[in-house]
C-alpha cells in the first residue's frame, strides 16, 4: 500500500517538478512568481488534445503541436505582459501575472468549453509486482520527465544560452553590460519554462485520462508551493521540491483523507516560508 | 474651478459621504441597491487593504479571506448562540484581527513577493478547513438562516445595510486619513520605502507592519459581518481567493497609497462588471485585461494618473507635482 502510494506520488512528483522549473527559472531571471504559469502551460494540454480530437493529429506530433505553441504564448506573454514594467515594484507584475492567469483560463474556457475532455491517448498496460500496480504512464511519465530535467541541467551548464540564463539571474544589469541580450535571454526563459509546463500538463492530461479548465490552476499552486519548497530560482531545488511535494501529498492522502490533502502543499510552504524562506536548496540565483 | 477641485480632493470623505447617503434616496430598485451596497463592501475591503499595501507595502493575496472569517464567526456566533449583529460585528472584527496577528507575526519579515505566496497559502488553508470541518462550518453545504441586522427594536432595511457600510466605508477612510497625517502614518510610508532607513530612525518595523495589517484583516472582518447578516447564506464559495486578486486589483488600480483611489477602484470594478453582465461569459478576461492594461498603463494605479491629468487640465502651466506624492 506504501509502496503504491511511492510510485504514485513519485509520478505525480516528477510532474509537479516539471512545472516547477518553470516556477524557478522566471523566479531566477525576473525575481516574481508567474501566477499564470499554470494556466499558460494547462493550454498545451488542451492544444494537444484538440489537435488529437478534432484535426486527427498522431500523438507525437499532436504534443509537440502543444508545447511549440505554449511557449509562443508563453513568450508573447512576457514580451506584452512583463517586459514594459520589469522595473516597476514587484506587486505589479504580480498583479499583471494574476490578470493573464484570467484571461487565459477563461479564454481555455470559451474556446474548448468548461465540460473536461477525455484524454485518453496512449494504450495503457500495467503490470503487477507483488501487489503494486505499475502502468505504462508511470512509465513514460518519469523516462519523460528524466531526460528533460537532465537536458535543462546540461542546457544550463554546459551550452552559451545556459550560461546567459544564470548570468542574468545573478545580476541582469551586469550581464548586460557584459554583452548579453538580455531581452532575448529572458524571453528564452520563458520559452523553455512554458515548453516545459505544457509537457507536464500533457503528461498530467494523460496520467488523470483528462483535462478540464481548472486543471491548470490546482496543480499550479502546488508546483509553486513545490519550487519554493525547493529554493524559489534554484533547479535541483525545483526538481527535488516538486518530488518531494508528490510524494508528501500521497502519503498525506494515505494516512490523513484524501479532502486534506489539497491542503498539505499550502501548509508545507507556508511552514518553508517561515522558517527557511530560501527553500531546502535555495539561492537567490538559478545556480548550483 | 481650481478652487473647485482642490476642495473636492480635500474633502473627497465628505464627497462620498454625501454621494452615499444621498444614492439610496435616488435609486429604488432592489439590484442598484445590491450592487451600491456591494460597491460599500469592496471599498473597505479596498480602503482596508491599502493600509497594508499602499501604506506599509505588504502585499495581501488573501484579503477576502479575512472578510469570509468575519462573516463565518457572525453566521456562526448568530446561528449557533443566537447573538444580535452589534456583538456579532465586534466579534466578526475581533476574530478576523486574531486571525491577522496569526498570520502576520511569524510572516511580516518576508518580503514581497514571499508575503504574496504565504498569504495566498494562507487563503486556500482557511478555505480548505471552512469545507472540510462540517461540524463547525457546515462544510461546502454553508450556513443558512443568518438573521438580519437589528439595533434594538430596530430592523435592518436592505438600504439601511447600505448606510451600515458607508458608516465603515467612512470610519475606514477617516482612519487611514488620520494615519497618513500622523507619525504611525509616517513610519508605515517610511517602511514601504525603505526598512532598514525606517529601523535605524527608530521605527519599531515588527509593531508597524503587525498593526497595520491587523487593523487592515479586522476592518475586513466587519465589512464581513454586515455582508453575512446582509445575504443571510454564507459557504466557502461565498470569498474566494479570485476574490482577494480582485481586491488587491482594485487598490493597485486606483493608486496604492492614496486616501481616495483605491475606493474609487472598487467602484469601478464593482460596476463594470454587472455593467457589462450580457457579457458574463467573458467577465474574468474583461477584469485580467483591466489587471493587465491598467498596470502597464500605469504603474501608479489609474487614479492618480488621471488626478494629475485633471489637475493638469486646471493649471497647465505648473510641472505635474503631483507625481511625487506616493
Avoid at chain 1, 486543471?215 to 533547479?235: D, H, P, R, W, Y
Avoid at chain 2, 470623505?13 to 435616488?26: F, K, S
Avoid at chain 2, 445595510?161 to 500622523?182: D, E, F
Amino acid at each position: 500500500m506504501i509502496a503504491q502510494q511511492l510510485i504514485n506520488g513519485l509520478t505525480l512528483g516528477v510532474l509537479y517538478a516539471l512545472l516547477a522549473l518553470g516556477y524557478t527559472l522566471i523566479f531566477g531571471t525576473l525575481s516574481f512568481i508567474n501566477f499564470a504559469h499554470g494556466e499558460v502551460s494547462l493550454l498545451g494540454a488542451y492544444l494537444a488534445w484538440f489537435a488529437i480530437a478534432r484535426m486527427g493529429f498522431a500523438v507525437i506530433p499532436a504534443c509537440i503541436f502543444g508545447i511549440i505553441i505554449t511557449s509562443v504564448v508563453g513568450v508573447i506573454i512576457e514580451r506584452v505582459g512583463y517586459k514594459p514594467i520589469r522595473t516597476a515594484p514587484k506587486l505589479a507584475m504580480i498583479t499583471v501575472s494574476v490578470g493573464f492567469s484570467y484571461i487565459v483560463q477563461t479564454a481555455i474556457q470559451l474556446i474548448f468549453g468548461t465540460q473536461p475532455h477525455e484524454f485518453k491517448v496512449i494504450s495503457v498496460a500495467s503490470w503487477n509486482f507483488a501487489g503494486i500496480t505499475i502502468n505504462s504512464i508511470h512509465i513514460l511519465v518519469l523516462i519523460v520527465s528524466i531526460i528533460l530535467m537532465v537536458s535543462l541541467q546540461l542546457f544550463i551548464h554546459y551550452t552559451k544560452s545556459g550560461r546567459s540564463i544564470r548570468a542574468i539571474s545573478m545580476d541582469q544589469d551586469t550581464a548586460g553590460l557584459m554583452g548579453i541580450n538580455v531581452n532575448a535571454t529572458i524571453s528564452l526563459t520563458f520559452a523553455i519554462g512554458s515548453a516545459l509546463g505544457a509537457v507536464s500538463s500533457i503528461l498530467m492530461g494523460m496520467y488523470y485520462a483528462q483535462v478540464y479548465p481548472m486543471m491548470g490552476t490546482s496543480i499550479g499552486n502546488k508546483a509553486f508551493a513545490a519550487a519554493v519548497l525547493g529554493g524559489s530560482g534554484s533547479i535541483p531545488g525545483a526538481m527535488l521540491g516538486g518530488i518531494m511535494m508528490g510524494l508528501i501529498e500521497s502519503i498525506a492522502g494515505t494516512v490523513l483523507n484524501t479532502q486534506v490533502r489539497e491542503g498539505v502543499a499550502f501548509v508545507v510552504m507556508i511552514l518553508i516560508l517561515i522558517f527557511k524562506p530560501s527553500g531546502i536548496l535555495g539561492k537567490e540565483v538559478v545556480k548550483d | 474651478m481650481k478652487k473647485v477641485y482642490g476642495l473636492l480632493k480635500r474633502h473627497s470623505i465628505i464627497v462620498i459621504a454625501v454621494l452615499g447617503i444621498l444614492a439610496p434616496l435616488v435609486i429604488r430598485n432592489t439590484y442598484h441597491v445590491h450592487i451600491i451596497l456591494m460597491c460599500m463592501m469592496f471599498g473597505i475591503l479596498a480602503s482596508s487593504l491599502n493600509i497594508a499595501v499602499g501604506m506599509t507595502g505588504l502585499s495581501n493575496l488573501a484579503h477576502a479571506t479575512f472578510f469570509g472569517i468575519g462573516a463565518y464567526a457572525a453566521a456562526i456566533l448568530n446561528t449557533r448562540y443566537g447573538l444580535p449583529f452589534y456583538l456579532t460585528f465586534f466579534a466578526g472584527g475581533l476574530v478576523a484581527m486574531v486571525f491577522g496577528f496569526i498570520l502576520g507575526a511569524p510572516t511580516l519579515r518576508l518580503k514581497g513577493v514571499f508575503l504574496a505566496l504565504v498569504t495566498t497559502g494562507f487563503g486556500q488553508v482557511v478555505r480548505i478547513i471552512e469545507l472540510n470541518w462540517v461540524s463547525l462550518t457546515n462544510g461546502p453545504m454553508g450556513i443558512s438562516g443568518i438573521d438580519a441586522a437589528e439595533i434594538g427594536s430596530y430592523s435592518f432595511s436592505t438600504v439601511s445595510y447600505i448606510y451600515y457600510g458607508l458608516a465603515l466605508l467612512i470610519l475606514c477612510m477617516y482612519m487611514s486619513k488620520r494615519l497618513m497625517g500622523t507619525r504611525v502614518g509616517r513610519a508605515l510610508f517610511a517602511i514601504k520605502y525603505d526598512e532598514t532607513v525606517a529601523r535605524s530612525l527608530g521605527v519599531n518595523i515588527t509593531f508597524y507592519k503587525v498593526g497595520a495589517y491587523v487593523l487592515s484583516a479586522c476592518m475586513a472582518g466587519m465589512a464581513g459581518t454586515i455582508f453575512a447578516h446582509y445575504v443571510s447564506f454564507i459557504s466557502p464559495d461565498t470569498f474566494t481567493v479570485a476574490d482577494s486578486t480582485t481586491v488587491l486589483c482594485m487598490v493597485i488600480l486606483g493608486g496604492a497609497g492614496s486616501l481616495l483611489g483605491p475606493v474609487i477602484g472598487a467602484f469601478i470594478l464593482t460596476i463594470a462588471p454587472e455593467i457589462f453582465r450580457f457579457a458574463q461569459t467573458y467577465r474574468m478576461i474583461f477584469i485580467g485585461a483591466v489587471m493587465v492594461i491598467g498596470v502597464i498603463a500605469n504603474e501608479r494605479g489609474w487614479v492618480p494618473m488621471l488626478t494629475s491629468k485633471i489637475r493638469g487640465l486646471f493649471h497647465r502651466k505648473q510641472t505635474s507635482e503631483e507625481g511625487g506624492k506616493a
